[in-house]
Structure formats: C-alpha cells, structure tokens
C-alpha cells in the first residue's frame, strides 16, 4: 500500500524560506513514478505546484517559478521543496502527490495523495 508523508511546513515571514519533504513508501522497486507538489489555499481550488518526473525532469506554475525547486534524493522515493522568497500568496496546504502511468508494470499504476503540511506566510 503506498502511502505519503509530507513534512516542513510551518509558519514564517514574507520573504523567508521553507523545505517541504515528501516520503513515498510501499511502491515495489520497479515501480517510476512522477512526485508532484499541489496546494489549496482556504476557500480556492488545489492547485499545481511543481512536479520532478522519474526522468529528473521538472516543471513548476508560473507562480513559483524561480523561487521554488523541486529535488529527489537519489532513491527517488523522497521529494523536496525548497520555497524561497515566501509570498502571503504562498499560504496553503501542500500536498505531495504521486503519479504512475509505468504500463509495463501495471500494479504501479495510480494516483496517491499525502495528507499535507501547512505552509502560512505573514507580511
């Protein structure tokens, strides 16, 4: 059973910066998948983040870029988000979430969802 665990939110002042951490556990080793990073502010829709494919590749919204990156340790089941020059804007739940389309390997398949972290920015 795969199962998430976000860590690193916390509460800080505009301009400042936060690592969120992500741990995937229960895929079998074969298993590639992509770890992404949403979040949901009070009262708005969740939103897209940022997401590192198996392949090392990233991609951020354009609300983040440049002040966001998104890395993988080297087993690939862990997946940071250091945030940076911390916007009010920026205040939500951040959630990690998994994506597999590996179709060789069909028990990989799926979408998983941690239970997030809360990140809160003051001005």
């Known amino acids: 059973q795969v199962q998430l665990v976000e860590s690193g939110g916390g509460s800080v002042q505009a301009g400042g910066s936060l690592r969120l951490s992500c741990v995937a556990s229960?895929?079998?080793?074969?298993?590639?998948?992509?770890m992404n990073w949403y979040r949901q502010a009070p009262g708005k829709e969740r939103e897209f983040v940022s997401v590192?494919?198996?392949?090392?590749?990233?991609t951020y919204a354009d609300s983040v870029k440049g002040r966001f990156t998104i890395s993988q340790d080297s087993a690939k089941n862990t997946a940071f988000l250091q945030m940076n020059s911390l916007k009010p804007e920026d205040t939500a739940m951040y959630y990690c979430?998994?994506?597999?389309?590996?179709?060789?390997?069909?028990?990989?398949?799926?979408?998983?969802w941690g239970q997030g972290t809360q990140v809160t920015v003051s001005s």
């Open positions: 590192i494919h198996d392949d090392g590749s990233t």
């Open positions: 229960g895929y079998a080793w074969y298993c590639k998948y992509d």
């Open positions: 979430k998994t994506t597999s389309t590996d179709w060789a390997h069909l028990t990989c398949l799926g979408d998983y």
